[in-house]
């Protein structure tokens, strides 16, 4: 279960850069400021999770099984 969630985190992370460099560059022609800064708050969100996926499965090394799941699965 620890890869599963180790590659959710990657891709989490993955699609927060793409995410990023799509709205830097081609969306800001198009969008306005205010949206702009939604785009990049969403973004944000988007690379907290991933982190908040890999950060405990590789650091807390001594928390049970179960707990790595929910904190996975939530």
């Not at 950060?55 to 699965?73: A, D, H, N, Q, T």
Request: hydrophobic share 55%; charged share 20%.
């Amino acid at each position: 279960m620890k890869e599963v969630i180790l590659i959710f985190g990657g891709v989490y992370g993955g699609l927060a850069v793409i995410f990023g460099a799509f709205g830097a560059h081609a969306l800001k022609s198009k969008f306005n400021e205010d949206q702009l800064k939604s785009f990049e708050t969403g973004v944000k969100y988007q690379m907290y999770h991933a982190l908040l996926l890999i950060i405990p499965e590789l650091l807390f090394r001594f928390w049970k099984p179960l707990s790595k799941l929910w904190v996975g699965v939530l």
